[in-house]
């Protein structure tokens, strides 16, 4: 039987945890119970500094708990399929930070793992759970734009930490497609509502990880997107979609602020400023997987839609490194 509230253990104290422990206190949905750490200490700390009820010395001493009934793995992208399959056996619903494996092979069989296991599984983007995605969506299918012809977007920042950290490690999956470009990919795939047939990519790269990427994205029916990620500029998180009557601006599209804006700018009129407050977004993914959960269905978007960015980014890393076109 599900519990008034869907209890939650956490397996790690990476540092993105920094963000999402304030949307697990004011989810309405949720119950953060417990928190694991490969050492007890670490977990006992942690579970302290952040009022959590149960600190757990070892990743499947949280598992095996009966008082969890999904869990959060921000573990490195290495580390995604082991612990996901882990939780699954132990019939743990679980929330991946994105994305959910470094391929998009071991990606489709981790999501056909848990199916069969019967538990849900959520690739953990924020955005697409945010009420200002929704009315994006709504904008385009009404057609205020015309059709959608082309798509930028760019998610960049610039990376101060050393060679230690996970983004740093090739054989973590680090690198900055894999961290910051699957926004870019995922929103031109949402944008344009179809899969590129064709990609091509430039990166630069350092320490055996792509540091930056730009890319060109191509589409069966003539229509193109372009995007840039990296380690190396300013913060830069937005995204422009660009039809036959007008453009829409989104800035912060990955991050949005408390208010949350988009530009809607067509010919001969003022630009229109749309704007949405008082949503965190990482409060409406997490009552959006608690209703998965309750409903017994897949998570919205579902976890194909990740593998479906991993397949394009899995393209983009072999024209990157090839330097010639590569088909999806």
Not at 15 to 40: M, N, T
Not at 188 to 212: C, L, N, Q, S
Not at 222 to 229: E, I, L, Q, V
Not at 299 to 312: C, F, I, N, Q
Request: proline share 6%; glycine share 8%.
């Amino acid at each position: 039987m599900i519990p008034p509230k869907i209890r939650w253990g956490i397996l790690g104290t990476a540092k993105i945890l920094q963000r999402l422990l304030p949307a697990f206190r004011l989810a309405p949905s949720v119950e953060l119970v417990g928190i694991a750490s490969r050492f007890a200490d670490k977990a006992r700390h942690a579970a302290t500094v952040e009022a959590i009820p149960h600190a757990f010395g070892s990743y499947e001493e949280l598992l095996d708990s009966d008082k969890i009934d999904a869990v959060y793995i921000p573990l490195p992208n290495h580390l995604h399929a082991e612990w996901t399959r882990k939780a699954a056996d132990r019939g743990k619903h679980v929330l991946l930070e994105k994305p959910i494996c470094p391929g998009a092979g071991e990606a489709a069989e981790l999501v056909a793992y848990c199916k069969e296991k019967n538990v849900r599984l959520m690739d953990g983007f924020f955005w697409p759970h945010h009420p200002r995605t929704a009315r994006l969506r709504e904008m385009l299918d009404s057609g205020v734009i015309g059709r959608v012809e082309r798509v930028s977007a760019a998610f960049t920042f610039p990376l101060t930490a050393g060679l230690e950290n996970i983004r740093m490690q090739p054989e973590m999956g680090g690198g900055s497609l894999l961290d910051v470009g699957c926004y870019a990919v995922y929103g031109i795939r949402w944008a344009i509502g179809a899969e590129p047939v064709r990609v091509f990519a430039h990166a630069k790269y350092a320490h055996g990880v792509d540091m930056e990427m730009t890319g060109q994205m191509y589409f069966a029916d003539g229509r193109m997107a372009s995007f840039d990620c990296g380690f190396t500029l300013p913060l830069r998180t937005w995204m422009e979609i660009t039809g036959t009557e007008g453009t829409i601006r989104v800035p912060n599209m990955w991050v949005p602020p408390e208010k949350a804006s988009f530009e809607l700018i067509r010919e001969d009129r003022p630009i229109e400023e749309i704007s949405i407050s008082g949503y965190n977004q990482i409060v409406c993914m997490l009552d959006d997987f608690a209703s998965a959960i309750r409903e017994g269905r897949d998570a919205k978007p579902s976890p194909e839609e990740g593998v479906k960015t991993l397949r394009v980014l899995d393209a983009l890393a072999n024209s990157a490194r090839d330097g010639q076109e590569i088909e999806v």
